[in-house]
Nanobody, 132 residues
Framework: QVPLVESGGGSVQAGGSLRLSCATS????????VAWFRQVSGKGREGVAR???????SLADSVKGRFTISSDNAENTLYLQLTFLKPEDTAMYYC??????????????????????????WGQGTQVTVSS
């Protein structure tokens, strides 16, 4: 088991910022994929950003220039910095992890995924609410 614990969600006005954190031990593995997803009530999970241990990070087009994914491996923490927030960013945000390679970006970044099975471990989620 690889526990993931998110924190940092909250309510902000449009244009505001938040930083989400995800505590995870997956970084101790040599090869891993960690990602942030978001889910609006009644819809599936959409990939927002990911880090692959051997190729860096990537973001969904809808959040490029506004969100930043990073990690502090020594602190076993994954981050998602959210800036210039919009009401359409309102969602439950989840971090997820898998040992091994990430799936192709086009499979999950900016896309509602049909299966969560590639990512073996999920956090409980943290709510982000953006008001206009």
């Amino acid at each position: 088991q690889v526990p993931l614990v998110e924190s940092g969600g909250g309510s902000v006005q449009a244009g505001g910022s938040l930083r989400l954190s995800c505590a995870t031990s997956v970084f101790a593995s040599g090869t891993y994929c960690v990602a942030w997803f978001r889910q609006v009530s009644g819809k599936g999970r959409e990939g927002v950003a990911r880090i692959y241990s051997h190729s860096g990070s990537s973001l969904a087009d809808s959040v490029k220039g506004r969100f930043t994914i990073s990690s502090d491996n020594a602190e076993n923490t994954l981050y998602l910095q959210l800036t210039f927030l919009k009401p359409e960013d309102t969602a439950m945000y989840y971090c997820a992890a898998a040992f091994g390679r990430c799936p192709p970006d086009k499979w999950f970044l900016g896309t509602v995924i049909s299966s969560t099975s590639h990512f073996h471990y999920w956090g409980q989620g943290t709510q982000v609410t953006v008001s206009s």
